[in-house]
């Protein structure tokens, strides 16, 4: 259960005698159905994930290997540059784990579609839009991820 659904969860403390209810704050109405959309509506909820989404995408992301005398930064791992600087032409490794974290905090997860070159190796990630994503169990007990693009 993520933190959302704890907060949202029906209560005494979310449904007071009184009428009021907490879905009436988020614009939920009667339903008591909150968004992350619409949670993200409340100030103090958008200045909390912003905090915690940019204080942990500021921290310096590196990769290490180890080594026989430790351990030495893997700037020769395909994946090194992707994750420090760019994991795509279009946004910063900041503002890629900016999205990854509030992903979390008000969806519970976060995708990221893997683009290969012709060697099979990864060259870019592009986040998806979590809500639009549906992962299933196959016969074989295998991941099913399919991605809806609002085109049909």
Not at 9 to 16: I, Y
Not at 73 to 81: E, P, R
Request: with cysteine; aromatic share 10%.
């Amino acid at each position: 259960m993520s933190w959302l659904d704890q907060f949202t969860a029906r209560s005494p403390m979310t449904q007071p005698s009184s009428g009021f209810s907490l879905g009436s704050v988020f614009g939920a109405g009667a339903s008591n159905v909150i968004s992350p959309q619409t949670a993200m509506r409340l100030t103090t909820v958008f200045a909390c994930n912003r905090v915690i989404a940019e204080t942990l995408s500021s921290i310096s992301l590196d990769i290490y290997k180890k080594t026989k005398d430790g351990k030495e930064k893997a700037t020769d791992f395909s994946l090194y540059n992707i994750l420090k600087y760019s994991p795509n032409p279009n946004i910063t490794s900041v503002m890629w784990r900016e999205m990854i974290v509030q992903d979390l905090n008000t969806r519970g997860n976060h995708y990221s579609q893997i683009i290969r070159n012709g060697h099979r190796e990864i060259i870019a990630l592009y986040p998806l839009i979590s809500d639009r994503m549906e992962v299933s169990l196959s016969p074989q007990s295998k991941l099913i991820y399919t991605y809806d693009t609002g085109k049909g």
